[in-house]
Nanobody, 117 residues
């Protein structure tokens, strides 16, 4: 019922920046939270940043103040501004959406971020 499409990933040199976007469509009512997760091959998917309905944000420890998560409700879009990127940030980044009274979360297909010189 919910469709999430990520974009904005790509190749960037260490120290560079990227802005990821997640466009939501479909049955996107009663949203409780949205977030960005990352997953490297063979690794667990882990939280990068999240934002609740009231605007409360949370970041993983490895972010160290480098990233900012925001929403644009008018366009049903969530963003992750990523600065000071390092090779350790190389992963596939996924958008997640949770709704009140819904057991299953929604996931996007992911966007690749590659940080390399």
């Amino acid at each position: 019922q919910v469709q999430l499409v990520e974009s904005g990933g790509g190749f960037v040199q260490p120290g560079g920046s990227l802005r990821l976007s997640c466009a939501a469509s479909g049955s996107i009512f009663s949203i409780s939270s949205m977030g960005w997760y990352r997953q490297a091959p063979g690794k667990q998917r882990e939280l990068v940043a999240s934002i609740t309905r009231d605007g409360t944000t949370k970041y993983a420890d490895f972010v160290n103040g480098r990233f900012t998560i925001t929403r644009d409700n008018a366009n049903n879009t969530m963003y992750l501004q990523m600065n000071s990127l390092t090779a350790e940030d190389t992963d596939v980044y996924y958008c997640r959406l949770d709704r009140f009274l819904c057991e299953n979360e929604s996931w996007g297909q992911g966007t690749q971020v590659t940080v390399s010189s």
